[in-house]
C-alpha cells in the first residue's frame, strides 16, 4: 500500500511521539514509584534500564513500522512471518484495552483542570471526599465521551493536520509549563528537603532486587516502548528519517520529564506538608489517585498567600496533566484506527467505530473504580508481553541482518553496533520473563485466591483474559493477516 | 546535601538532561546536513 500520510519533519514526528510518551505516567506515577523505592536508590536502576529496555524497544518500533508501513498486525505479519500475525494483533488489543480506560483518565485531569481554573477546587480542603464524590457522579462518564469526542475529532484530520497540529501546541506547552512549576517548586522554603530525598541513595535499598524490577516496570509503562504506539506513528515516516538518533532522543525526552516532574512534585510536598511527606507522595490512594487528584489540590491551597496565585498554579498542573494524557490517549486511538484502515476501511470510518467502542467499552471503567484497577492491571502487565512479541519478531526475521538493512540503513544518521543484538536477541526476553514471572508470582502473595479470574489484580485475571485474547487471534489469524496484507497488492 | 546525594544528582542529572540536550544537538547537525544535500523527501 502506497503510504500517503507523512509528518512533516523530523522535529514534528519527535514531538509527536514525545507526546506519546509524556503521559499522565511521569507525572503521577513517576513519583509515588521513586517514594515507594527509596529515592536515588530508584534512580540508578531506572537510568540501566533506560539504556537497555526503553531506546532499543524504541528503535525496534521505529524501524519495524517504518519499513513494513504496516500497523502491528501487517508490521509483525511481515517481519516474522504470516503465521505470527496474531502476536500483532495482540499488541493492537492491549493498547485499544488500555485506551478504554485512559479516556477515563484524561476526562478526570480535564475535570481537575475545570475545577481548578474555576476555583472549585479550593471550595473545600476534604479532598478525598471531594474526588469520592466526583468519581461517584455522572461526571466522570461526561469527561470520558468528551476526551473520546476531541480526540477522535483530531484524529479523523489525518497525521498533518490533526496529530501534528495538535501535538505542535500541547508537547512544547506542557514542557513550559512544567518548566515554570519547577522553577515553583524548588525555590519554596524547605524544597532543598524533598532535592535531597529524590536524590539521595541508599545502598541496602538498591541492592534489593524488587527496586531494580519496579525501576524496569516504570520504564516499560511510561516511555510507551514495545506498545505499537510508536511503531505507529513510525508509519508516517518519511523515508528519509533516522532511527536511532531519534529513538534515543524520544527515550531521553521521555526520562527527562519524568525527572522535571518528579523533582517539582518532591519539592512541592517537602516544602509545603505539615505532616510525613514520604507517606503522602507515597499514598495510593483509590485506582492509585491519591497523590495527585486528592493531595496536590490541598498543597496548591497553600502554595502561595495570594488565592489567586494558587489557583493559577493548580491550573497549570491539571492543564499539563491534561496535555500529557490526551497526546497519549490520541496514540492509542490512532493506532486502533490505523488496523482498521490497514483491514481496507477508510479513515473516516474507522474513526468511527474507534470511538463508539472506546467510548462504550469504556463506561464500566468510568463507573467502577475496581474494574478500571482491574484492567490497568491486566494490560499494564500484558505490555510487557507486547515488547516481548515486538523483540520476538526481530529475532525471527535475523537480528544482526535487521540491525544492518533496516536500522542503519537508509536515513539513518548514526549506525548502531552489535551490541544492539545482544540487547533485542538476549537482555530483552531476559527482562521479559523476569518482569512477568514476578509480577504474576508477587500477585500470588496479596491475593489468596491468586487464580480467581473475577478478582481485581491477580494471576488468574491476567492469565484468563489474556488466554482469551489470544486464542482469539491465533485462530484468526489467516483472516487478520490476509485482510491486511492484501490491501498492499 | 552529602557527597553521595551530590554525586547521584550529577550522574542522574547529567545522563539523562545531558543526554537528551547532545542528542538533539546531534539531530539538528544530521539534520542540517540532510537539508544541505538535498536528500530525497519520501
Redesign the interface.
Known amino acids: 500500500m502506497k503510504?500517503e500520510e507523512?509528518f512533516s519533519s523530523?522535529w514534528s514526528l519527535?514531538i509527536a511521539t514525545i507526546g506519546i510518551a509524556v503521559g499522565t505516567g511521569n507525572i503521577w506515577r513517576f513519583s509515588r514509584i521513586v517514594a515507594q523505592n527509596g529515592g536515588?536508590s530508584f534512580?540508578?536502576p531506572w537510568?540501566i534500564f533506560?539504556l537497555v529496555w526503553s531506546v532499543p524497544l524504541i528503535i525496534a518500533e521505529f524501524a519495524i513500522g517504518k519499513s513494513t508501513r504496516f500497523g502491528p498486525v501487517g508490521a509483525i505479519a511481515k517481519t516474522a512471518g504470516r503465521q505470527f500475525g496474531w502476536m500483532g494483533a495482540f499488541i493492537v488489543f492491549v493498547s485499544t484495552a488500555i485506551m478504554f480506560y485512559y479516556s477515563v483518565v484524561t476526562g478526570w485531569c480535564l475535570r481537575y483542570f475545570i475545577s481548578a481554573i474555576s476555583g472549585d477546587l479550593f471550595s473545600t480542603t476534604k479532598h478525598l471526599e471531594y474526588w469520592t464524590k466526583f468519581s461517584s457522579s455522572y461526571q466522570p462518564l461526561l469527561y470520558h465521551f468528551i476526551s473520546m469526542v476531541f480526540v477522535a475529532f483530531v484524529i479523523y484530520r489525518g497525521v498533518s493536520k490533526g496529530i501534528e497540529k495538535v501535538t505542535k501546541f500541547m508537547v512544547p506547552s506542557l514542557l513550559i509549563i512544567l518548566l515554570i512549576l519547577f522553577v515553583r517548586a524548588v525555590t519554596l522554603p524547605n524544597a532543598?528537603e524533598g532535592?535531597?530525598y529524590f536524590?539521595?541513595?541508599h545502598l541496602d535499598i538498591i541492592l534489593n532486587y524488587k527496586v531494580w524490577l519496579n525501576a524496569l516496570t516504570q520504564n516499560a509503562w511510561d516511555t510507551g516502548a514495545g506498545w505499537g504506539l510508536i511503531l505507529t506513528y513510525a508509519v508516517y515516516m518519511?523515508?528519509?528519517e533516522?532511527i536511532s538518533?531519534?529513538a534515543?532522543?524520544i527515550g531521553?525526552?521521555n526520562?527527562?520529564v519524568s525527572?522535571l516532574a518528579g523533582i517539582t512534585i518532591f519539592s512541592t510536598v517537602f516544602a509545603l506538608s505539615t505532616s510525613n511527606a514520604m507517606q503522602q507522595i507515597s499514598q495510593a490512594g483509590p485506582a492509585n489517585t491519591g497523590l495527585t487528584f486528592i493531595y496536590l489540590p490541598l498543597l496548591f491551597s497553600k502554595i502561595s498567600s495570594h488565592y489567586i496565585v494558587n489557583v493559577i498554579f493548580a491550573s497549570l498542573f491539571f492543564i499539563a496533566l491534561f496535555f500529557a494524557a490526551v497526546t497519549s490517549l490520541m496514540s492509542m486511538v490512532e493506532l486502533t484506527t490505523r488496523t482498521l484502515i490497514d483491514f481496507g476501511i477508510k479513515r473516516g470510518k474507522a474513526i468511527i467505530i474507534v470511538a463508539s467502542l472506546g467510548f462504550l467499552l469504556g463506561i464500566p471503567s468510568a463507573i467502577d473504580l475496581k474494574f478500571l484497577t482491574n484492567q490497568d492491571w491486566v494490560w499494564g502487565v500484558g505490555l510487557i508481553i507486547s515488547g516481548a512479541f515486538i523483540s520476538f519478531s526481530i529475532i525471527r526475521y535475523g537480528v544482526d541482518k535487521f540491525r544492518k538493512e533496516i536500522i542503519n540503513g537508509y536515513?539513518s544518521?548514526?549506525k548502531i553496533g552489535k551490541w544492539y543484538n545482544f540487547i533485542i536477541g538476549f537482555l530483552i526476553p531476559v527482562q521479559v520473563v523476569v518482569l512477568v514471572s514476578w509480577w504474576l508470582i508477587s500477585s500470588v502473595s496479596w491475593d489468596p485466591e491468586w487464580w480467581n479470574p473475577f478478582h481485581a489484580a491477580n494471576a488468574g485475571t491476567c492469565i484468563f483474559q489474556w488466554g482469551i485474547v489470544l486464542l482469539t487471534f491465533i485462530l484468526l489469524n489467516k483472516f487478520m493477516v490476509n485482510q491486511t496484507l492484501k490491501q498492499s497488492n | 546535601?552529602?557527597f553521595?546525594?551530590?554525586i547521584?544528582?550529577l550522574?542522574?542529572?547529567g545522563?539523562?538532561?545531558g543526554?537528551?540536550i547532545f542528542?538533539?544537538t546531534?539531530?539538528v547537525k544530521?539534520?542540517k546536513i540532510?537539508e544541505e544535500n538535498g536528500?530525497?523527501?519520501?
Open positions: 503510504q507523512f523530523r519527535i536515588g534512580l540508578i537510568l533506560l532543598i532535592i535531597k536524590f539521595t541513595p518519511k523515508k528519509k533516522d538518533l531519534n534515543a532522543l531521553f525526552g526520562n527527562s525527572l536515513g544518521d548514526v | 546535601m552529602n553521595i546525594t551530590i547521584t544528582m550522574i542522574v542529572v545522563t539523562v538532561w543526554g537528551m542528542f538533539l546531534r539531530a544530521y539534520e540532510k536528500e530525497v523527501e519520501n
